[in-house]
Structure formats: structure tokens, C-alpha cells
């Protein structure tokens, strides 16, 4: 393993803004892993980047291909360019640590009504005007509170509160790939599950490695025009797309969709039955969606929350599509909380929101035509 320690003055100084892509010629270099103590803490260098002349590197994690010159830092807030090796601010310094029911990310065919330790950590890639998570989300690790919590740690204190399954939420994981990657081998050693939740905007190649450790993914595909993903999110759409290819055809993991309807924005009946559409043809009948009520915040706090009719006229939509599994979110009680055998029709989970009333599959078996449901559910 290559390490090469770093000043705490050189890493600290070494902000700024992404320049932008810029496609130049050399060869892919791989990441070594190297980790250099700096004030009693671990940076960790990053897996896939190139470098160039004149110390400049490019990032080639996420779809924006971030050029930087020394000293410089990627789009995501936490990849910094050190002297022309590029290295995460974001190791080991969690903002976020919370133990949350499974359905929070959500998930309703993973393991209904188990819990998971959840983890988030500053930065991301992302630029969403109703981000929940914002003063995370869109702030450096830097500058934040946080606190140390190496990938072992974190398995340990899992075991200590006697949760078996681990996730990496709340912020967006692509943002802290290399941390969530080592926290994912790391579980995986001990036995122990792992869920990501995630807008995929990300490479197939560093998205499929860290698939390599997942149990499961939550992926929020926002909308599904380009302009709603550029006016909206400050990227593009094909990416994402792209991603969530690779995971339902490449990654072996279960895969559930998330899409938070916002009013005036995305919740044209038009453009979920494209969204509907799209994952009936390339993603197939089986992977769960999620409906979200939009709640005002961030950037759009001047918008309603969304209808409770626009959910549904959505979930209707989706079944239309040949949808099998669509479900609610931010809204109870609601029967679209519930999970329902789509071959008999009868209730097979009851939730209230976040909370498993009851649980009637016998090792994902509807009791009542004995069909087997998708999903993990030991």
C-alpha cells in the first residue's frame, strides 16, 4: 500500500471550485489506496482519476469528468487535487449517524421492519433545489460538525446496538464513494448487510465496484426530462439512466426507484407515464417505485406540498404501465403504504408511513396464493 503523508496545511488549503470537464489526453492511472495521516485523521486518495501535465488532474468518479489544478476541488465538494494526486475530504468524518427503520430510505422489500445504522457524510454531486439535507448536502466535510468513525468502527458499533444491516444515506454517497466503498467491504467481512440510497449520478464502472459490497440500492430518479434534471438538479438525465442499467443488468442487487413528485415541476401526468414507461421497458415490472410527497423546503418553500390526488393519479399511472409494486411515501395512513401481492391482490404487509403493522409473507410468500414476492426478505 502506497502512503505519503500530507501537511495539515496542505490539505486544508487545497479548496476551490471545480473547473468544469474537459477532456485531455492520458492514460487512466489506477487509484492506488493510499491513506495519509493529517492531524489525527485519514485521507484517503481516490480510485479512478487521471493525471496530467502541470500537476493538473481529472476525476472520472461522476459524469461531470471534473478538471482540476492544484489546489482545487471537484463539483462534489470533497475530491481536492494535492499536489496532482487527487484524495477525499470525505473519510472516516460522518456528519450523520442515525438508527432508522429500513423503510425510511425506502425500502419495502428488504427486510421489512428491521432497522439499519445509517450513515451520511458532506458534499455532493448533486444540485437539488428541494434537498432536504441541504446543510449537509451542500456544504464541504470541512465545514461541517463531524466526528470519526473508521469503516471498522462502524461495523462494530452496528454490532453494539445489534443492527445487522448498514447504510449510506442522507447525503449522497457518490459524493463519499471511497468511504462508502471500505464501509461496504468492511460490512460485508463481518456478515453484516449494506443498503445505499443514491441519485446515481455516477460512472457505471466506480457505481458496478461498490455494487460489488451492496446488499440493495434506493435509486431517486427525479424526473425525466433533461431540462427538469438541468433546471432542477444541476445535471444531466442519460447518466442516470445509464447507471440504473448497470445495476438492474450488471450489479446483482436488489434495486427499488424513489421519484419525489413536485408540483408545477415533475407531476405532469405526461411525464410520469414516460417514467413509468421507461422503467416497465428497461428495468422491468418487478422493481418497486416509490411516489414521494414533495414538502417545501430549501429553494422551493415557495411551492404546496404535493396533493395527495397527484400521488395517486400517479400510482395509477405506473400500474397502467405494467407496474407491479408502487407505493407512497411521506404520507400516512395511506393504503399505498401497504405491500400487496400483485398476482392475488390481498395485503401482505400492513404499514403505518415508516412502521410495519403487520407482516404476513412466510419467507416472501403470500400466504394466500403462495406466490413468491420479489425482494430479500430473510
Known amino acids: 500500500m502506497d502512503q505519503r503523508a500530507l501537511t495539515r496545511r496542505d490539505f486544508l488549503v487545497s479548496a476551490g471550485q471545480c473547473l468544469g ?8 492511472i489506477p487509484g492506488p489506496i493510499a491513506q495519509a495521516q493529517e492531524a489525527g485523521r485519514w485521507v484517503r486518495e481516490v480510485d479512478g482519476y487521471i493525471q496530467l501535465p502541470g500537476q493538473k488532474i481529472q476525476c472520472f468518479v461522476c459524469p461531470l469528468h471534473c478538471v482540476l489544478s492544484d489546489g482545487e476541488t471537484c463539483f462534489c465538494r470533497t475530491r481536492t487535487n494535492v499536489g496532482g494526486r487527487l484524495f477525499t475530504r470525505a473519510y472516516n468524518n460522518p456528519c450523520i449517524l442515525q438508527v432508522d427503520p429500513v423503510e425510511k430510505l425506502p425500502l419495502h422489500h428488504f427486510r421489512p421492519g428491521t432497522q439499519t445504522l445509517t450513515i451520511g457524510v458532506g458534499g455532493c454531486n448533486v444540485r437539488c433545489l428541494y434537498c432536504q439535507n441541504w446543510e449537509q ?6 465545514e461541517l460538525k463531524t466526528f470519526e468513525l473508521t469503516p471498522r468502527q462502524a461495523v462494530s458499533l452496528a454490532r453494539q446496538k445489534k443492527i445487522d444491516t448498514l447504510a449510506l444515506s442522507y ?5 463519499f464513494l471511497e468511504y462508502a466503498k471500505d464501509i461496504a467491504q468492511a460490512a460485508r ?38 431540462e427538469f434534471y438541468h433546471r432542477v438538479c444541476g445535471i444531466r438525465l442519460a447518466p442516470v439512466l445509464a447507471a440504473l442499467e448497470a445495476l438492474h443488468q450488471r450489479s446483482g442487487c436488489w434495486l427499488e426507484l424513489l421519484n419525489l413528485i413536485v408540483p408545477s415541476y415533475n407531476d405532469d ?13 428497461h428495468l422491468g415490472d418487478d422493481v418497486p417505485l416509490h411516489l414521494a410527497r414533495f414538502v417545501p423546503t430549501y429553494r422551493l418553500t415557495n411551492l404546496p406540498r404535493t396533493p395527495v390526488e397527484s400521488l395517486e393519479e400517479g400510482c395509477r399511472i405506473a400500474r397502467q404501465a405494467g407496474l407491479r409494486y408502487v407505493y407512497t411515501s411521506n404520507i400516512a395512513p395511506h393504503p399505498a403504504n401497504n405491500t400487496t401481492c400483485a398476482d392475488c391482490a390481498q395485503p401482505v404487509i400492513e404499514r403505518l408511513g415508516l412502521k410495519v403493522l403487520s407482516n404476513k409473507l ?8 403462495h406466490r413468491k414476492l420479489p425482494g430479500i426478505w430473510k
Not at 401526468?269 to 421497458?281: A, K, S
Not at 412466510?362 to 396464493?369: E, H, L, V
Open 362 to 369: 412466510k419467507d416472501g410468500t403470500c400466504p394466500n396464493c
Open 269 to 281: 401526468p405526461e411525464q410520469v407515464r414516460q417514467t413509468t414507461r421507461w422503467i416497465h421497458e
Open 189 to 226: 467481512a463481518a456478515r453484516l448487510r449494506v443498503v445505499v440510497a443514491t441519485a446515481a449520478f455516477v460512472e457505471p464502472g466506480p457505481l458496478l465496484e461498490l455494487a460489488r459490497h451492496v446488499d440493495a440500492f434506493v435509486v431517486s430518479l427525479k424526473g425525466f426530462t433533461e
Open 21 to 28: 470537464a474537459a477532456c485531455l489526453g492520458a492514460s487512466l
Open 137 to 142: 448536502s451542500q456544504r464541504m466535510p470541512d
Open 171 to 175: 447525503t449522497e454517497p457518490v459524493a
